[in-house]
């Protein structure tokens, strides 16, 4: 049972425009997020986060916002930038309950910005 | 500062061999995982551990086995490599930070990952 769902294998967006990624999750004690970045033949980098207590958080060109009641999340890049071609992850973690802080992590985008 | 660092980067195995995959920080972090990444999936978790002497179980640790004898260093075990164990694998790190209040709402710090084949 998936606990993390990005349902968009693939996006394909033109240089400038805005990158809108989405993922849901179905469990109820998720309260941290995050979205990472993977080149190819590279680890995973942390992009952006967002705590449960909050709808939106924002870094540069990077907008993480959360609809709690819906369990859905989504990044937006604005502009989008050839180099943010690569594979986005979203990730959540229930820092509660004896989770240990592990991440769950969706089967991850691909993002492709188009010159 | 190195980060994590895995080894060996590529590796290929046959059926029933053994090796250790290495992971060693220098964060000084407590927590520790890995995770394996097959084409097309997320990355799901086979062992984590939550500071030296302590390992549990994640969602796939079959055919696996890790230690934690130090704060640095989390290997990974494959004792009889089966074809079914190639993938890419990554470890992963995260901190306590250290203030009066801590959270571990904090990001995760990966390694560059280890690609095993199985033949």
């Known amino acids: 049972d998936q606990q993390v769902k990005q349902n968009s294998p693939s996006l394909s967006v033109q240089e400038g425009r805005i990158s809108i990624l989405n993922c849901d999750y179905t469990?109820?004690?998720?309260?941290?997020f995050l979205w990472y970045k993977k080149y190819p033949a590279e680890g995973p980098t942390f992009l952006i986060s967002?705590?449960?207590?909050?709808d939106k958080n924002e870094d540069g060109r990077f907008t993480v916002f959360l609809n709690k009641s819906a369990k859905h999340l989504s990044l937006h890049i604005v502009p989008s930038q050839p180099g943010d071609s690569a594979v986005y992850f979203c990730?959540?973690?229930?820092?509660?309950?004896?989770?240990?802080?592990?991440?769950?992590f969706g089967k991850g985008t691909l993002l492709t910005v188009n010159p | 500062n190195a980060g994590v660092t895995q080894t060996p980067k590529f590796r290929i195995l046959k059926i029933g061999q053994s090796m250790t995959l290495q992971c060693t920080q220098d964060?000084?972090?407590?927590?520790m995982y890995w995770y394996r990444q097959d084409p097309g999936m997320g990355l799901k978790l086979i062992y984590y551990?939550?500071?030296?002497?302590?390992?549990d179980k994640g969602e796939v640790p079959n055919g696996y086995n890790v230690s934690r004898s130090t704060t640095e260093d989390f290997p990974l075990r494959l004792e009889l490599a089966a074809p079914s164990q190639t993938s890419v694998y990554f470890c992963?790190?995260?901190?306590?930070?250290?203030?009066?209040?801590?959270?571990?709402?904090?990001?995760?710090?990966f390694g560059q990952g280890t690609r095993l084949t199985v033949v």
């Open positions: 990730a959540a973690s229930a820092n509660s309950g004896g989770s240990n802080y592990k991440l769950t």
């Open positions: 469990n109820s004690m998720f309260d941290y």
């Open positions: 967002i705590s449960s207590i909050k």
């Open positions: 964060m000084n972090h407590n927590y």
């Open positions: 551990s939550v500071g030296a002497g302590i390992t």
């Open positions: 992963a790190t995260k901190g306590r930070p250290d203030r009066p209040t801590y959270s571990m709402n904090t990001e995760a710090f």
